[in-house]
């Protein structure tokens, strides 16, 4: 029989982080499962290091570090968010129906992050995989500069399509610079000039396209959008051509 869980409206307006945060670690302890939070504005660390099957809506915007070190809970944003979203995040999920800011996913080991707009920059930046976790970010619009920055690990899957920017690339400079691992998928195509040193471009194979199948239909499913119009155009995969890209500029190869 599955436990019962229980839920607690929270109304955040104007209240200090930190006493925000204290309260809501209180109402976990106590067995709170289920938060609803109306009139979040800007509230840093909502959900940070919070382990186990705990689920948070959030009407308004949170703060940075949304879900920083977080094990397990589900958080969905009923708008954007700030910067530092998943921050050395572990595992978990997080749905963003807005935009979201820079250097989502920093550092980040398992769960998913899916934003359905268009993101900053650094996005990815030191994503890794370990033992049987593997990160995954999807972001349906478009990404700012260095896109996947240090990348030792994970899946970025960057679609392009739900962008507030129709005359801007779909990533911006710089895409994987210093990438040594894990893998980038993007719906269409990305010019050359676009891309970090040390990365290849190529079509998708039947292998990929499984994977890139899996996620788009969970992420589909999460912010209510059609899979199929999703997986109607080719997919391009960027990946390094060496897991030590500049290891010849200190040692050689």
């Given at each position: ?8 409206t ?81 595992d ?41 976790h ?24 960057l ?20 990438m ?19 990365l ?21 499913k ?32």
């Open positions: 029989m599955a436990a019962k869980r229980k839920q607690k929270l109304t955040a307006g104007r209240t200090y982080y930190k006493q925000f945060n204290e309260e809501i670690r209180a109402l976990v302890r106590d067995g709170v499962t289920d938060f609803i939070i109306k009139e979040c504005n800007g509230q840093r660390y909502l959900a940070t290091a919070l382990d186990g099957d705990v689920h948070f809506d959030i009407y308004g915007v949170p703060g940075q570090d949304l879900g920083a070190f977080m094990r397990g809970p589900k958080v969905r944003v009923h708008n954007n968010a700030q910067d530092g979203v998943g921050n050395t995040m572990d978990g999920r997080i749905v963003i129906e807005g935009l979201a800011g820079d250097v989502i996913g920093y550092a980040m080991r398992g769960g998913e992050i899916f934003i359905k707009g268009d993101v900053g920059y650094r996005v990815g930046i030191h994503m890794k995989a370990y033992l049987e593997q990160p995954k970010i999807v972001v349906g619009g478009k990404a700012g500069d260095f896109l996947g920055e240090y990348m030792a690990g994970g899946i970025i899957l679609l392009g399509m739900f962008s507030d920017k129709p005359d801007a690339p779909i990533a911006g400079r710089s895409l994987g610079t210093g040594h691992g894990g893998v980038i998928y993007v719906r269409g195509s990305v010019p050359e000039d676009q891309l970090g040193p040390g290849t471009a190529n079509p998708v194979d039947s292998d990929d396209l499984e994977v890139i199948e899996g996620l788009v239909n969970e992420y589909a999460e912010l209510k959008l059609d899979s199929k119009a999703i997986l109607s155009e080719n997919f391009l995969k960027i990946r390094p051509f060496s897991h030590r890209p500049y290891g010849n500029l200190y040692v050689p190869c």
